[in-house]
């Protein structure tokens, strides 16, 4: 879950994860799990020319990233749907906003 670290500013500074993904899930991958794949497509024979598609072992929703996240440190977070562009607003939610 590399991919979010770009929101541990809001995270430690707001308690917060946005995601413009509703309930969607995504199945997430370490970035770890993908570089032994890649030394052995590179390295050994048989793969040229060959697609595979490397994804996590289970889909899991921003929602659910975000309890995972939070049980991990210690401290309850917020995850807040946020519409695409200029609407987003980065900031502390109000109670109204919080899901």
């Known amino acids: 879950m590399q991919n979010l670290l770009s929101?541990?500013?809001y995270i430690i500074n707001d308690g917060v994860v946005y995601s413009a993904s509703g309930d969607g899930k995504i199945p997430y991958i370490d970035a770890r799990d993908i570089a032994p794949v890649?030394?052995?497509t590179l390295t050994q024979p048989g793969h040229f020319g060959k697609k595979y598609v490397l994804t996590g072992g289970e889909a899991i929703s921003y929602r659910q990233?975000?309890?995972i996240i939070g049980a991990t440190i210690g401290s309850f977070l917020y995850c807040l749907g946020a519409a695409p562009g200029p609407q987003l607003r980065r900031g502390r939610p109000t109670f109204s906003e919080r899901l």
């Open 7 to 9: 929101q541990a500013e």
């Open 38 to 40: 890649a030394v052995v």
């Open 65 to 67: 990233a975000t309890e």
